[in-house]
T-cell receptor, first 115, second 111 residues
Framework: GAVVSQHPSRVICKSGTSVKIECRSL??????MFWYRQFPKKSLMLMAT?????????EQGVEKDKFLINHASLTLSTLTVTSAHPEDSSFYIC???????????FGPGTRLTVT | GESVGLHLPTLSVQEGDNSIINCAYS??????FIWYKQESGKGPQFIID?????DKRQGQRVTVLLNKTVKHLSLQIAATQPGDSAVYFC??????????FGGGTRVLVKP
């Protein structure tokens, strides 16, 4: 099956700093990548959808200036949490989708802790 | 707005027994549903999917049932094993290939 990786798997940063999370499709070209956020014991909430070479589309309530998404190639999308605050601490998961039937393949997630 | 939800937050099951996880959805226009398994600290793992033109689909030890009349989806796991302990989510595929996830059910397998 298709493999999606995320880096880093865990990151701790200080309040006010920015942190970048990478999402890579390792063995297929992902025309679309999705970013989700998951709080403890909660479900996945879609943050944004990014298409290669285009601006990301953000879900209602998600601040685009705080969560910067770049999808510069067919195998890489990045999520940058800018000026992080403790309430941004969460589990961030990406998924990648390529050819029909456009199955979404999920990455292993990145645990962000803001101190 | 439209949502996908689950009835039971936690399901304890004896090893070897069958498990049934339920999910209710509200968007009658949804035509594709997926079940995912998520282990602690990991991303969701695809289990099985079903389209709205089907009532039942079987995989290896898993069966998904779809009742469009009452907008209900269920996942049956046969002969539940310790490795099945995880959180299970149903998801609905909407426009733009977006997924809407249900609240999740934790399955605990007792030895």
């Amino acid at each position: 099956g298709a493999v999606v990786s995320q880096h880093p798997s865990r990151v701790i940063c200080k309040s006010g700093t920015s942190v970048k999370i990478e999402c890579r499709s390792l063995d297929f070209q992902a025309t679309t990548m999705f970013w989700y956020r998951q709080f403890p014991k909660k479900s996945l909430m879609l943050m944004a959808t990014s298409n290669e070479g285009s601006k990301a589309t953000y879900e209602q309530g998600v601040e685009k200036d705080k969560f910067l998404i770049n999808h510069a190639s067919l195998t890489l999308s990045t999520l940058t949490v800018t000026s992080a605050h403790p309430e941004d601490s969460s589990f961030y998961i990406c998924s990648a989708s390529g050819v029909p039937p456009y199955e979404q393949y999920f990455g292993p997630g990145t645990r962000l802790t803001v101190t | 707005g439209e949502s996908v939800g689950l009835h039971l937050p936690t399901l304890s099951v004896q090893e070897g027994d069958n498990s049934i996880i339920n999910c209710a959805y509200s968007n009658s226009a949804s035509d594709y549903f997926i079940w995912y398994k998520q282990e602690s600290g990991k991303g969701p793992q695809f289990i099985i999917d079903i389209r709205s033109n089907m009532d039942k689909r079987q995989g290896q030890r898993v069966t998904v049932l779809l009742n469009k009349t009452v907008k209900h989806l269920s996942l049956q796991i046969a002969a539940t094993q310790p490795g099945d302990s995880a959180v299970y989510f149903c998801a609905e595929k909407a426009a733009g290939n977006k997924l809407t996830f249900g609240g999740g059910t934790r399955v605990l397998v007792k030895p």
